[in-house]
């Protein structure tokens, strides 16, 4: 039985995806999960999160072997298959898969291979590429024996993050509150459905398959309406007037449903959450190298702070839950 996989993904970027990934992945093991992540982003950001320079340069060294995921799948660039991820484990219940700039050469490869699928010739090494991702994080997830799998993905359409979304179960949409979010929105309905509807009929093809293939589910668990980027100067009007158009845009772009009636975004049960700006913050978890509830007096969390890591702490923590909830995971909360 395969481990889940959950992606976070919108092709509109900074609206704090990866952090809001970093944050979750922390939070899941906290709550009694045992967690993978996997950073599919070629430009590595949950990976600098997670990591200092020094081990960075250790694991992009020529001599590191299958270091990051684009090591691992790079066998594939010739005749071989995937090779099983050195992942790095950043404590009992959370472990990092590694990204890798040079990720981005294995574009090409998957692009070409999703025409190759469909053709009458052999199809397994077509069908290898295109399900690496998939392959080698469920590898590495039962060596960690982890309950989840969590993906990290760039902004962006591409055959990375099509082979990435083949492999994931569930999917949760970063929003932030303007016309770009909105217009992300717009693009990423269509685009998933048409990504399902090829796998289906690709992998429906291939009669009688010599390896487990994922089945490409995609399905969407909801939004979550970001703050990050919001500024103190910005009129409130201006704010609320795109954050308003979320609850039917999601539904008539990434549902396909009816969007003639809905809730307001603070009733919508697609709506995750609505996470605050953090900022102040921030600066402090970047160089404690640790999520932001989980800063400390040490770490320079007094006064003020320490009560937004107290608020932080709670956002997340019921973020956490509600995820778990709605994919179907137990999480027993445990002391960390």
Not at 67 to 96: E, H, M, W
Request: glycine fraction near 6%.
């Amino acid at each position: 039985m395969s481990v889940p996989v959950l992606t976070f993904f919108n092709n509109k970027g900074g609206v704090g995806k990866t952090s809001l990934v970093y944050h979750l992945a922390w939070m899941f093991a906290e709550q009694g999960l045992r967690v993978l992540a996997v950073d599919l982003d070629p430009q590595a950001n949950l990976t600098a999160a997670f990591l200092d320079e020094d081990q960075l340069a250790e694991l992009w060294a020529d001599s590191a072997g299958a270091s990051t995921i684009f090591r691992s799948v790079r066998p594939l660039l010739d005749v071989g298959d995937f090779a099983p991820v050195d992942y790095q484990k950043v404590n009992r219940r959370l472990a990092l898969i590694p990204g890798d700039l040079g990720l981005s050469g294995f574009e090409d490869e998957l692009s070409a291979t999703w025409t190759d699928a469909l053709s009458d010739k052999n199809k397994a090494r077509p069908f290898r590429i295109l399900t690496a991702f998939w392959r080698a994080s469920q590898e590495s997830a039962k060596r960690f024996d982890a309950d989840l799998i969590l993906f990290d993905v760039g902004p962006n359409l591409g055959a990375i993050n099509r082979a990435a979304l083949l492999a994931s179960n569930h999917v949760v949409v970063p929003l932030g509150a303007d016309l770009f979010s909105l217009q992300g929105l717009r693009n990423l309905g269509p685009t998933l459905r048409d990504w399902r509807l090829g796998w289906t009929r690709r992998r429906d093809d291939w009669k009688s398959p010599e390896f487990a293939l994922p089945l490409g589910d995609m399905t969407p668990v909801g939004y979550i309406a970001m703050r990050h980027g919001v500024r103190l100067t910005r009129p409130v009007k201006a704010y609320t007037r795109w954050l308003d158009q979320i609850p039917a845009e999601f539904r008539r772009s990434v549902l396909a449903k009816d969007a003639a009636k809905v809730p307001v975004i603070e009733e919508d049960s697609y709506c995750l959450a609505m996470l605050k700006n953090y900022n102040s913050l921030m600066p402090l978890a970047q160089e404690a190298r640790k999520p932001i509830f989980s800063l400390r007096s040490a770490d320079g969390a007094i006064g003020s702070h320490a009560n937004a890591v107290a608020k932080a702490h709670g956002d997340f923590k019921a973020l956490a839950q509600d995820i778990a909830k709605r994919i179907g995971l137990d999480m027993p909360e445990d002391d960390f």
